[in-house]
């Protein structure tokens, strides 16, 4: 799960996958502002068809937060 993740914020962000690391956080990257943040986790939920829950959207910006949040919604 953790690869796909990181896949859908490289592709979302236009980026180079290399550049998506576990402690990257939402502006390291200007591609990666709040805008940005949101496009990444929508396009997550659509994707892997989870639903992050409201109260822990503002929680969710770094690659680990969010690939947490991802594996705790599946399992």
């Known amino acids: 799960m953790d690869t796909q993740v990181k896949e859908?914020?490289?592709r979302v962000l236009n980026v180079d996958p290399g550049v998506i690391t576990d402690t990257l956080c939402s502006g390291d990257i200007p591609?990666?502002?709040?805008?940005?943040?949101?496009a990444v986790l929508s396009t997550i939920e659509q994707e892997?068809?989870?639903e992050f829950p409201?109260?822990?959207l503002?929680?969710?910006t770094s690659v680990r937060s969010i690939i947490d949040?991802?594996?705790k919604l599946t399992k």
């Open 8 to 10: 859908i914020i490289a």
């Open 31 to 38: 591609q990666w502002d709040s805008v940005g943040n949101l």
């Open 48 to 50: 892997l068809e989870v």
């Open 54 to 56: 409201l109260e822990d």
């Open 58 to 60: 503002f929680d969710l």
């Open 69 to 71: 949040e991802v594996n």
